[in-house]
């Protein structure tokens, strides 16, 4: 089983930016896809980004496509997300995600392996 510890949240003015960082731990990023997803209250875990295995392919959510940036260095076991011109809806608990290996990487119900969360608030 792996652990996946967040780090990086903070409050920030909006347009702003963070960088969270996601480690991993007992066992590797070995799944097809390692996630970010994240939970604003009262409302749904949303996925935010993936990336494969290999960082070749990544993939976004509308909201937040060309604004964040998600990337991994498997020497380190961590997976990056840099978010850029933040704004007050992307306040939310960010979670890192692993264990896919089939279905859609923006389902949530298809990764296995979660952290913590990191808390992420944007004022305006």
């Known amino acids: 089983q792996v652990q996946l510890v967040e780090s990086g949240g903070g409050l920030v003015q909006a347009g702003g930016s963070l960088r969270l960082s996601c480690a991993a731990s007992?066992?590797?990023?070995?799944?097809?896809?390692t996630g970010w997803f994240r939970q604003a209250p009262g409302k749904e875990r949303e996925f935010v980004a993936a990336?494969?295995?290999?960082?070749?392919?990544?993939y976004y959510a509308d909201s937040v496509k060309g604004r964040f940036t998600i990337s991994r260095d498997n020497a380190k076991n961590t997976v990056d997300l840099q978010m850029n011109s933040l704004k007050p809806e992307d306040t939310a608990r960010y979670y890192c995600a692993t264990g896919f290996y089939s279905g859609a990487y923006y389902d949530r119900s298809r990764y296995d392996s979660w952290g913590q969360g990191t808390q992420v608030t944007v004022s305006s």
């Open positions: 990336i494969s295995r290999s960082g070749g392919s990544r």
């Open positions: 007992g066992r590797t990023f070995s799944s097809d896809y």
